[in-house]
T-cell receptor, first 114, second 115 residues
Framework: DAGITQSPRHKVTETGTPVTLRCHQT?????MYWYRQDPGHGLRLIHY???????DKGEVSDGYSVSRSKTEDFLLTLESATSSQTSVYFC?????????????FGPGTRLTVL | GDSVTQMEGPVTLSEEAFLTINCTYT??????LFWYVQYPGEGLQLLLK?????DKGSNKGFEATYRKETTSFHLEKGSVQVSDSAVYFC??????????????FGKGTHLIIQP
């Protein structure tokens, strides 16, 4: 298994509060991704990173920001959580970038915004 | 834009039955195709992949063939087991030439195998 951990694994918060999710990898892979999983939508890309301090937006980036100050950590922040951000969040990593390269997923964080 | 279409289910089969989960795609470029599996309470695991037309990916008795002419990547298994019960996601990746390539996923197919 790829060495990917996510923290916390479960979180319940209230609307309007800030929330930060952490993804940590021990594989030294350059590329990291945040997805959200919702019923009827599959997984959708929020943000991705192609190196330390290099990040870009995905399909559903509104309301989210990310940071990557070290190769091993990729943080996802909800500045002011809303109920529509209740979801399961997955981090993924890949060694290379390109359509043929495999992404490996972490165990997920279940976030509930009340 | 790019998209993946797959049956959502649930698909319910008896043990030892033949499995087919259909997956079709539209893509602006030449994609690679993937099947991921998600067991209850877990993250996604790569099941198999194919990176060019007519390639066959296989793993754990599952197979899928990249059919460019029909834009399809159907997942098959000859004899399913109760332990195959899970959600299966078809996904594609197209090289963007940018910094990284996110995956485009289908909505997932919930498979239930009954003893």
């Amino acid at each position: 298994d790829a060495g990917i951990t996510q923290s916390p694994r479960h979180k319940v918060t209230e609307t309007g509060t800030p929330v930060t999710l952490r993804c940590h990898q021990t594989e030294n892979h350059r590329y990291m991704y945040w997805y959200r999983q919702d019923p009827g939508h599959g997984l959708r890309l929020i943000h991705y990173s192609y190196g330390v301090k290099d990040t870009d937006k995905g399909e559903v980036s509104d309301g989210y920001s990310v940071s990557r100050s070290k190769t091993e950590d990729f943080l996802l922040t909800l500045e002011s959580a809303t109920s529509s951000q209740t979801s399961v969040y997955f981090c993924a990593i890949s060694e290379l970038s390109g359509p043929t390269d495999t992404q490996y997923f972490g165990p997920g964080t279940r976030l509930t915004v009340l | 834009g790019d998209s993946v279409t797959q049956m959502e289910g649930p698909v319910t089969l008896s043990e030892e039955a033949f499995l087919t989960i259909n997956c079709t795609y539209t893509a602006t470029g030449y994609p690679s195709l993937f099947w991921y599996v998600q067991y209850p309470g877990e993250g996604l695991q790569l099941l198999l992949k194919a990176t060019k037309a007519d390639d066959k990916g296989s793993n754990k008795g599952f197979e899928a063939t990249y059919r460019k002419e029909t834009t399809s990547f159907h997942l098959e298994k000859g004899s399913v087991q109760v332990s195959d019960s899970a959600v299966y996601f078809c996904a594609l990746s197209v090289g963007s030439g940018g910094g990284a390539d996110g995956l485009t996923f289908g909505k997932g197919t919930h498979l239930i195998i009954q003893p």
